[in-house]
């Protein structure tokens, strides 16, 4: 199957009709999002910049846009880079779309978490990757199963959340970072480190990037100023920045306005206010979460979330029919079935923190443990 619709999606336009108990979205905290400094920007630019901030964009990016992200990714994610070598992409979605584009083939073998993020695997699956599975843990994707697969498999491409994964939470452990990239030495690997979460929580490990400059980094601004502004990127040098910043004339899909925005909040703070807010507020909500899911639904965690967005849980019944009695109850998730590579568990789900608020999380859940003991 080629084309799909994401379970995410699916359940998205259900919460759009207004439901009080949202454990679906992937967006951040409405109380976050800087609309205001957002209008600020707006003025700014355009007496800055008038015209130019409806010009066609450039292959690559903006370059101011650029510079200002190199600064960030420095402060915030331990990345040293040249400005050059950061391609500007409309979202992480259309960075990892660019990427399976460029590297995948028929066939091509992809090594990703089993469970992983369904829409970003979508693209893959769309090239014809053949998809291997690596199992998760609390500590991540299993690096010894890994190597295993990769004997069987022989060698390919990663991709991986090894930061607050989704749909799972977990992060990988310093041993198997350490370990993955010797992995990728070895036999040759090309690692995508997806990576939208770490500026979202203090004390988080340091991306693989920061570890090995040979790795494909993706980020994006959606999580911390608006994922409507459709701004991410890929760090990413060599051959490969120079086909990725070709490739990316294919479609120019990074609206100039919205690079000049994003650069405009960047380069005033904006974004690093919003991270100052994020790391206080996040880690609260999943804390809530997870205290909420040990009381009402024991033993429900198949993961323990570490940072990120996400708690994955076992249903016990089919997460599609009860996502459609939860409905009624104004509560909505993601069915994790789609999540997988190597089955598909249906009696799974996906929860966020992203926007729901935390005032809400603990009824929420309790109200979602109701409908579960009456199933
Ligand atoms: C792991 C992962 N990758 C990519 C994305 C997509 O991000 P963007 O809005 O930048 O396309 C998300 C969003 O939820 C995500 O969780």
Redesign the pocket.
Known sequence: MRLYWSPVELASRLARKGMRYNFAS?APDPGLLPIDELRRSFERVYEEYGKAIIAYPGAGGLRELRIELSRYVGRTLGINTNWRDIIITA????A?KLLSQLLMRRRTTVYVEDPT?V??VAPMRFQGARLIGVPVDNEGMNTHELEKLIKKYGPGIVYA?PNCH?PTGVSLSMDRRKHLIEIAKEHGLIIIE?D?YTSLYPNTEPTLKSMSNDVIYVG?L?KVLG?GLRI?FVVVNGVLRNDLEKLEQHDFAASTLSQYLVYDMLRRGVANDVIKRARELYPRKLKELISALDEYLPNALMYRPHCGFYAFINTRVNAWELLRKSVRQGIVFVPGGRFFINRRLENTARLSIGSISIDLIKEGVKALSDIIMAT
């Open positions: 992937g979202g992480a979605q259309h990892i993020f829409e970003t959340v989704n997806d939208p994006t959606s994922p991410g």
